[in-house]
């Protein structure tokens, strides 16, 4: 019997003004996605159409989520579309699920044109929840803002989009399926991969897993507790830290990828990752970790709950790359972190005599420094370190990281972050999120920060609290000029560099889908070991003050404190 070929159909639609694409690409509330008439299509359109048409036929695309409710819908809808857009191959994970570290992964090993990776990070998932959408590029790395303003401009203009409705594929079956099209002279083809497979036999080459597998089980085995956070690590940590490095199973927790993710934020940070902070307190475990929903951010605890906060994590594996056999054969030859993630990596580049580049939020500003060579290990503030093994930052290899630090070193986290502080001195840092403002409050809260502390009197001022006095030695709105291609970020957060080398930053965030999140960070080095574990809200609260003097940010939105505090 002959089957018809698929038609090929072109619909009419209408574009929308808000589809654009922040740091770290698209999200807004899944009732958008559902609610608004083909929504998620303009955008997924949008995205085939940034491709030049001579590059996207026939070319191979990855496609991965973190499992979160509307993700399989999402998949059906974008594979139909970039067969009826000329792309010639997918690449797909089991039930839809792939990591974003194992997507950037993919695309570099089969050298694939790009991926579109349907998440929202470490925002809630369900019907109540967020959805989103990221488009990496050939590098692996996310879009470029080249890209995601092209993107946005085509969003903004979209008249019609093509798409295969008739075109249905089996998401749970790992293999080959291919479609006859209309117009199309070689198939299109869907390829269903295993989720962790490409991502593994990568970390098997970078890290010695023999070395991480007799921490696990030897006669002084390290008892780990790893929350999954019930989005896409499950399947990742119960292959790879339980069964190929011999974790027992009962060390990983929430490894059920749900749409929901159980009702929680999976957002790893101690307001939210509770359960893993109160199973760490009991002292049974040496080692905790918690995942973000699509697998790119990370929390390290220690025993009896020490937090590692991520800038310190950052600049601690840095500080001991020596211990990974990728580094030794490789070498190290620059180290990169965000703007406000704390400077605590500047010492440890210092020590080792290697530049490091400070860049706006994103990291699709790393991978810039990657590909040119200059930057072997990036990270930011916010939970996500990553090296020049992919573009991506990598919640799991940051975990293999720091196993393999400990094995190398044999001490317990604690002790590899004290010793830390002693030879560098220690880095208070913190960070206040005020979510969902009114985004005009907002932006006049930004403007008048800014004309007050860029006033030429402003660089005398300065701030007795207690018993110090804090002097005012550089203040900017900071603005990046990439060393790579010489492109210019302007307005990315407002700086107060004090002459102690205390910082407060002011940045208007675009992770969020309410409103707009407003961050304040705080940060102040100290010396002195005696004075290494005062508690940090204590220390940092004379600089919290000042920026809360400075802002007036809970007299002009009338919050009484911040929503969240990591």
Known sequence: ??????????????????????????????????????????????????????????????????????????????????????????????????????????????????????????????????????????????APDTVTDKIFQISKTIEEYAICPDLHIDLSRVGRQEFDLENKFKPFRVEIVDSVDVYLNMLRTLFDMNAIKSLLTGPDQLKIRIDAMNGVMGPYVRRILCDELGAPANSAVNCVPLEDFGGQYPDPNLTYATGLLEAMKGGEHGFGVAFDADGDRYMILGKNGFFVNPSDSLAVIAANLSCIPYFRQMGVRGFGRSMPTSTALDRVAKAMKVPVYETPTGWRYFANLMDSGRCSLCGEESFGTGSDHLREKDGLWSVLVWLSIMAARKQSVEEIVQDHWTKF????????????????????????????????????????????????????????????????????????????????????????????????????????????????????????????????IHERTGRKGPTVIT
Not at 65 to 83: C, L
Not at 449 to 461: D, M, R
Not at 502 to 517: E, K, N, P, V
Not at 533 to 539: A, L
């Open 1 to 142: 019997m002959e089957i018809n070929p698929i038609p090929v159909l072109t619909i009419q639609t209408v574009p929308y003004e808000d589809q654009k694409p922040g740091s770290n690409g698209f999200r807004t509330s899944t009732t958008v996605f559902e609610s608004k008439r083909n929504y998620l299509q303009n955008f997924i359109q949008s995205v085939l159409s940034s491709i030049d048409l001579r590059d996207r036929q026939g070319c191979t695309m990855v496609v991965g989520s973190d499992g979160r409710y509307f993700s399989k819908t999402a998949i059906e809808i974008t594979v139909q579309m970039a067969a009826a857009n000329g792309i010639g191959r997918l690449i797909i994970g089991q039930n839809g699920l792939l990591s974003t570290p194992a997507v950037s992964c993919i695309i570099r090993k089969i050298k694939a044109i790009g991926g579109i990776i349907l998440t929202a990070s470490h925002n809630p998932g369900g019907p109540g929840g967020d959805f989103g959408i990221k488009f990496n590029v050939a590098n692996g790395g996310p």
């Open 425 to 552: 001195g220690r880095h208070y840092y913190c960070r206040f999120d005020y979510e969902a403002l009114d985004p005009r409050t907002a932006i006049f809260i930004m403007k008048d920060l800014e004309a007050v502390i860029t006033e030429k009197s402003f660089s005398n001022q300065k701030f007795a609290v207690g018993s110090h006095v804090f002097s005012v030695e550089k203040t900017d709105s900071f603005e990046y000029v990439d060393p790579v291609d010489g492109t210019v970020s302007k307005k990315q957060g407002l700086r107060v560099i004090f002459a102690d080398g205390a910082r407060i930053i002011f940045r208007m965030s675009a992770s969020g889908t309410m409103g707009t999140t407003l961050r304040i960070y705080a940060e102040r080095y100290e010396k002195d070991p005696s004075r290494h574990n005062k508690e940090t809200q204590v220390v940092l609260g004379p600089l919290i003050a000042i920026a809360l003097k400075l802002s007036q």
